[in-house]
């Protein structure tokens, strides 16, 4: 699952409330933890984003190639922020169709569960 801030940070980026440099200075600060676990969905997308800027910086793509890119990869991880801020422990469950069904019981930890579809 992709963190909340690293979400955030992209799909600003995605929606140009920030630039690509803001992009890279939020990213670059945090690449040690971003890439602590190279298996994690955090991890592949710092790669991509890594990718994108080096190929921006030889001339490979262009910004919307990149935005386009990036838009792609958080549509590969759809996530769903439910807020549950007047309720305590409660159990939610995640339903998506393409072609299957998909069905998983999350308990509210915090005000807000991220949930993977």
Known sequence: MISSDLYDIVRQYLESSISIHQL?????????????KPDSDDSKLVATIELG?????????DENEFRSWL?????DHNVVMVDFSDQQNTSINSTTTSNKIYTE??????NY?????
């Open 71 to 75: 838009n792609n990869e958080l549509r």
């Open 105 to 110: 019981e999350y308990t509210m930890l915090n």
């Open 24 to 36: 890279e200075e939020w990213i670059v600060p945090r690449l040690p933890d971003l890439l602590s």
């Open 113 to 117: 569960e991220i949930v993977r579809l």
């Open 53 to 61: 800027f080096a190929e921006i910086n030889n001339n490979n793509i």
